[in-house]
């Protein structure tokens, strides 16, 4: 239908979680004179026999009496659309699916601290997203199948962000958040237990609680390698502050953590 997304979306600034800004965008997709529309006369199923928007679309796939072959064929629709008419469609199965995405980052992402919650609901939108491109059609139970791979998502980072949350909860009273963790970190780095560049991943996604992937996509590297480095800086720091070797109490420049 040529709708170019980025005539939609550049104006707008996200500054929330992945799941918010995709709402957000999908609901500038379903407004003003060309909205994302799938056609009922051609789906069948009972649906209104003229265009339908996206987002009475979902309304009418949640309804009590949407049957699974209605929701399978409007779902097998959708990807397909993805798959050939670009990142708009995307975002269109995105916010199609909203409700249920929004339910499964509630779940998994109960009781985690903001900076976690984040970098969960950015993974589970790009898993979500990821197998638009790889979901077998022919199968019944599209959406939740997609959901499925959500939650493979989700949990994935969950389990190793709160293991890496585990790794400070653990480090000893000198750490504590009254004793200005900047100054342990700028410490650390004069005494050669973490580099700069580690010291400020972990101030940048730990103090200031900037989600993980968006650092990594700011430098440029995989998320990945930034979860295993931060680990790993994170490990050698409570080590070194047992042992005795870096001290909140010594004066070491502040300056080494300068960007």
């Not at 379903?30 to 051609?42: A, E, I, N, Q, Y």
């Not at 491109?133 to 709160?162: F, M, Q, S, Y």
């Not at 968006?214 to 490990?235: F, I, Q, S």
Request: hydrophobic residues 40%.
């Amino acid at each position: 239908m040529g709708l170019d997304l980025q005539d939609k979306t550049t104006s707008t600034s996200f500054n929330d979680n992945a799941l918010s800004a995709a709402d957000r965008t999908f609901r500038l997709l379903v407004t003003g004179p060309d909205p994302l529309s799938v056609d009922g006369r051609s789906l069948g199923h009972n649906l209104p026999q003229r265009l339908i928007g996206l987002d009475e679309c979902k309304e009418l796939l949640l309804k009590p009496h949407a049957s699974d072959e209605l929701k399978d064929a409007v779902w097998a629709h959708l990807v397909r659309r993805s798959r050939c008419a670009g990142p708009a469609w995307m975002i269109g199965c995105v916010g199609v699916a909203m409700p249920g995405l929004k339910n499964l980052a509630a779940r998994t992402t109960q009781g985690c601290p903001a900076h976690v919650v984040d970098d969960i609901v950015s993974e589970m939108v790009t898993y979500f997203v990821a197998q638009l491109r790889r979901i077998d059609l022919d199968r019944p139970n599209i959406l939740p199948r997609l959901l499925l791979w959500a939650k493979k998502g989700a949990l994935r980072v969950r389990a190793r962000e709160l293991a890496s949350v585990e790794i400070c909860a653990d480090l000893p009273e000198p750490v504590a958040l009254d004793t200005e963790p900047f100054m342990v970190l700028a410490e650390a780095v004069r005494c050669r237990v973490i580099t700069s560049d580690e010291a400020k991943l972990i101030n940048a996604t730990r103090l200031e609680g900037q989600a993980l992937r968006a650092y990594a996509g700011r430098l440029g590297v995989p998320a990945d390698r930034l979860y295993k480095r931060r680990r790993a800086a994170e490990a050698r720091l409570a080590r070194a502050i047992e042992e005795g070797q870096v001290s909140v109490s010594c004066d070491g420049p502040a300056s080494n953590l300068a960007c």
